[in-house]
């Protein structure tokens, strides 16, 4: 309860108030240039590296660690959540669930996107989540065991996942990687700058080896 009341309390200070407060009373290490806008903090652990930011109306609930690496970007209406680790209630066969999101140096996730974090979900760097609407779900019913299972999602370096995704527990994209809009990826894939689409996803293409996408050195593009 004094958790949520410190949060209420700090939604609106200025930046330089508002960061100070979150590293000393909650533990949070947030770099001097990084910037967080109107949006609920309720993670265990948070991380930003330099020139990072989560823009307005974010939703993190339950989440026990974010990190945002330098220069990474989550834009607006996004929303976090997973069941503790200190809950047993749920996942009590998982011995050493983390429930963590981290999205690496200049990776990008858009807007209005879901992260099921009960298992962690891994970025990679100079990724982008584009597009609105896709789903990470690290968990689901295990009908035959009766029982809560979750299993985590990992997404490569400069990997484009496009509109409206939606990613199971166990599943995996790897490297140099585009995933199609609509996409159902439900499996590990290994098959590194290649086209994945389909429901379910399946290997379409290797991308060319010229793709400017992949020989970028910011992630912002024009």
């Given at each position: 309860?004094?958790?949520?009341?410190?949060?209420?309390?700090?939604?609106?200070?200025?930046?330089?108030?508002?960061?100070?407060?979150?590293?000393?009373?909650?533990?949070?290490?947030?770099?001097?240039?990084?910037?967080?806008?109107?949006?609920?903090?309720?993670?265990?652990?948070?991380?930003?590296?330099?020139?990072?930011?989560?823009?307005?109306?974010?939703?993190?609930?339950?989440?026990?660690?974010?990190?945002?690496?330098?220069?990474?970007?989550?834009?607006?209406?996004?929303?976090?959540?997973?069941?503790?680790?200190?809950?047993?209630?749920?996942?009590?066969?998982?011995?050493?669930?983390?429930?963590?999101?981290?999205?690496?140096?200049?990776?990008?996730?858009?807007?209005?996107?879901?992260?099921?974090?009960?298992?962690?979900?891994?970025?990679?760097?100079?990724?982008?989540?584009?597009?609105?609407?896709?789903?990470?779900?690290?968990?689901?019913?295990?009908?035959?065991?009766?029982?809560?299972?979750?299993?985590?999602?990992?997404?490569?370096?400069?990997?484009?996942?496009?509109?409206?995704?939606?990613?199971?527990?166990?599943?995996?994209?790897p490297d140099y990687s585009v995933v199609a809009a609509g996409s159902v990826v439900r499996t590990a894939f290994t098959e590194v700058e290649s086209l994945y689409a389909g429901v379910p996803a399946t290997?379409?293409?290797?991308?060319?080896?010229?793709?400017?996408?992949?020989?970028?050195?910011?992630?912002?593009?024009?």
């Amino acid at each position: 309860m004094m958790r949520s009341v410190f949060l209420m309390m700090t939604m609106l200070l200025p930046w330089r108030m508002k960061r100070l407060l979150l590293c000393r009373v909650l533990g949070f290490r947030l770099a001097k240039d990084a910037r967080i806008g109107f949006s609920w903090l309720g993670m265990g652990y948070l991380e930003m590296g330099e020139g990072s930011r989560i823009g307005h109306l974010n939703v993190f609930k339950g989440v026990d660690r974010v990190v945002l690496g330098p220069f990474s970007a989550v834009g607006r209406l996004n929303l976090f959540t997973a069941v503790p680790t200190s809950n047993r209630r749920h996942f009590q066969h998982l011995d050493n669930r983390r429930t963590e999101f981290v999205l690496g140096r200049h990776g990008r996730v858009t807007m209005r996107h879901l992260f099921d974090c009960n298992a962690s979900i891994i970025v990679g760097e100079f990724t982008t989540i584009a597009g609105y609407s896709s789903q990470y779900l690290t968990h689901s019913i295990d009908v035959v065991a009766c029982r809560q299972d979750a299993h985590p999602v990992r997404i490569g370096r400069y990997c484009f996942v496009g509109t409206r995704c939606l990613f199971l527990g166990g599943s995996e994209i790897p490297d140099y990687s585009v995933v199609a809009a609509g996409s159902v990826v439900r499996t590990a894939f290994t098959e590194v700058e290649s086209l994945y689409a389909g429901v379910p996803a399946t290997f379409r293409k290797k991308m060319p080896q010229e793709t400017k996408y992949w020989a970028r050195t910011d992630g912002w593009i024009n």
